[in-house]
């Protein structure tokens, strides 16, 4: 027995592909013009003999390469999916079309069935044309590379199938064609824009605010479509000698199952949609407090920041220029609703928004969640990262600092979350009257033991009369200093022995750079024997010696030790370390090398190998 119920009408179908053919035949046009008419030029090209450098032919060439076209799929399927929504949904924005439609007798389960796929097949039908058709032009120039063409219709079609649904689910909440995109650009950029304010209000007011945790980042990408799938490492197609691979197409699935969700959803607000509706900003009465107050609250948080930040940064300035913006923006959208500029007796609305911001406002100023005070323990880290400088500036690689340690070594530790705890000391003001007092930028990254991540950012004050005051922020970088553990890997001679321990890696150069005299550039044994000499001073605590009172600490004529390390595939490492008055087996080495006129000044050196125990060649230190 036959259903009595439709969910398709092919004559309604007809009339809207009919009827919006300037969206699809631009859209077909673009298409055909990147694709198979460039092939047919590449055909034409090899018809005249005219060779190619790395493919035998300009049409395999062109065959390798339709995957690239992906790069032109994105922006298509975002500009493109709103006209087609734009188009199909258009009945629905004007009463006489809408009352048409609805007196048609028709179910309204059909009628979004086919203005759905009529306007899904102003995207999808052209795109499996263009395939077909550049195929063809492929099997004609004899050079079918399936695998990239497939990835590209893959990509194309799961991005049309996305940004199309989307616009449509944008459209089922107006009633208004000129709202559709708006709501349209909103939803694709809402995360992004909410979560990049947030972190601008939270770095004003919190203390030590470094940023959200990668997870949030990692959100904020995927709830931002454009953003996800326009990152090239995300979604490609890597065509080798040896073969191809394929990325990220499991991201366009994802997508496309979104995209199908979305569809279900608009086809249940198409159901329930009433069709006086048309002309209205927001169609679904239970949407219109959403929307208003989500106005209210976009518009305190974008034009609040805009506003302070050309006005000053300071945060009462902040604080009631968001309150301004969000009182305006929720009137604003109260007159969209109404449609009438007589809303001022609405202000209770208003007052809520404002009373939302201020206990923000002092949730955050007073600190009531004990962010701004919270300093992890010892026994509840498993490790912490540091980034970031200190007080002494020797112009070389260890003036800033980025090492982790865990509970392996517990003094590091200790010693990171006391800078920690006297950063936090500082948060009320540090008095910067002394002449001698230093800045310095760091960021603390802690894994801890129960799995959550603690991050924080400061700009503490280091005073060198209080490097002996146990606790102090000059005190801490003074025992930082002493530990030649953590600056052994802070300069990276660690990461430098690792490596050189690999047969393919080895000490290519060493540079001496001077203030006031040409650069000098050693080789082979030259650079082995320097190397070795600096290492013998560092360990025996002769060069990378920094102190507090030492911060501002350079002196014409000094010299820098620059170490070159590469691997066969010339893939690099170094390692710049300033030459100080105590290095003396460096400097031993140093002066030897000149007295025989050892290196060069073109930077052209001897780049042999060294080989540790040749006879009567080799350098270990000074006196060698």
């Known amino acids: 027995m036959r259903s009595g119920t439709s969910f398709f009408n092919g004559a309604v179908f007809k009339k809207t592909v009919l009827r919006y053919w300037p969206v699809w035949a631009a859209y077909s046009v673009i298409w055909l013009v990147a694709l198979p008419i460039q092939g047919l030029m590449m055909l034409q090209l090899d018809a005249q003999n005219r060779g190619t450098t790395y493919y035998s032919s300009y049409i395999e060439g062109f065959a390798h390469d339709t995957a690239d076209a992906v790069g032109m799929s994105l922006p298509l399927a975002v500009v493109f999916g709103v006209l087609a929504a734009m188009a199909v949904c258009s009945h629905l924005y004007n009463a006489r079309s809408a009352n048409f439609f609805g007196s048609l007798p028709v179910r309204r389960e059909a009628l979004f069935a086919t203005h759905y796929l009529a306007g899904l097949a102003f995207l999808l039908v052209p795109t499996g044309a263009v395939f077909l058709l550049t195929l063809l032009v492929e099997a004609a120039g004899g050079a079918v590379f399936l695998p990239g063409l497939g990835f590209w219709l893959a990509v194309t079609c799961g991005e049309c199938l996305l940004f199309y649904s989307m616009a449509v689910f944008c459209g089922m909440f107006t009633g208004h064609i000129l709202a559709l995109p708006a709501f349209y650009v909103i939803f694709n950029a809402l995360a992004t824009v909410l979560i990049s304010l947030a972190g601008l209000l939270c770095g004003?007011?919190?203390?030590?605010?470094?940023?959200?945790?990668?997870?949030?980042e990692e959100a904020m990408r995927?709830?931002?479509?454009?953003?996800?799938?326009?990152?090239s490492w995300s979604v490609r197609f890597v065509d080798m000698e040896s073969g191809w691979t394929i990325h990220g197409l499991d991201i366009v699935a994802v997508y496309a199952a979104v995209a199908i969700a979305m569809a279900a959803g608009s086809f249940f607000l198409y159901r329930a949609r009433r069709l006086e509706s048309a002309g209205d900003v927001v169609s679904v009465k239970c949407m219109r407090p959403v929307f208003k107050y989500g106005v209210s609250f976009c518009a305190g948080l974008t034009l609040g920041m805009v506003t302070a930040s050309v006005l000053g940064s300071e945060e009462i300035t902040l604080i009631v220029s968001v309150?301004?913006?969000?009182v305006i923006g929720y009137f604003a959208a109260q007159m969209l609703l109404d449609k009438s500029f007589r809303v001022f007796k609405k202000w209770k609305g208003a007052a809520v928004m404002a009373g939302v911001f201020a206990l923000l406002f002092c949730a955050v100023g007073f600190d009531l969640t004990g962010f701004e005070t919270?300093?992890?323990?010892?026994d509840q880290v498993e490790y912490v990262a540091y980034h970031g400088g200190g007080t002494t500036n020797l112009a070389d690689g260890g003036d800033y600092l980025a090492v982790s340690v865990d509970g392996e070594n517990p003094e590091a530790l200790q010693r990171f979350i006391l800078l920690h705890q006297a950063a936090v000391e500082q948060r009320d003001g540090y008095d910067i009257s002394p002449r001698t007092t230093v800045g310095v930028n760091f960021t603390l990254f802690y894994q801890l033991k129960n799995g959550s991540i603690l991050s924080r950012r400061y700009y503490v004050y280091a005073d060198p009369e209080e490097a002996d005051q146990e606790g102090s922020a000059a005190w801490v970088f003074q025992q930082m200093y002493g530990d030649r553990e953590l600056y052994w890997k802070g300069y990276g001679f660690e990461e430098a022995e690792r490596r050189l321990a690999r047969e393919d890696y080895r000490l290519r150069e060493a540079a001496c750079r001077m203030d006031d005299e040409d650069n000098a550039y050693y080789g082979g044994r030259d650079a082995q024997a320097l190397y070795e000499a600096v290492k013998?001073?560092?360990?025996?605590?002769?060069?990378g010696v920094r102190r507090v009172e030492d911060w501002a600490e350079r002196k014409n004529g000094a010299r820098n030790l620059m170490f070159q390390f590469r691997d066969e595939e010339d893939r690099g490492f170094q390692i710049d370390i300033r030459v100080q008055d105590t290095a003396s087996s460096t400097l031993a080495v140093l002066a030897e090398l000149e007295q025989e006129g050892a290196g060069s000044a073109s930077g052209e050196s001897d780049t042999a190998p060294y080989t540790a125990g040749t006879e009567g060649q080799d350098r270990t230190g000074p006196g060698a």
């Open 323 to 326: 309150l301004v913006w969000a």
């Open 204 to 216: 004003q007011f919190l203390y030590g605010f470094a940023g959200f945790e990668g997870w949030v």
């Open 374 to 378: 919270r300093v992890p323990r010892p």
């Open 536 to 543: 013998e001073d560092f360990q025996a605590g002769r060069i």
């Open 222 to 231: 995927w709830l931002t479509p454009v953003a996800k799938l326009e990152d």
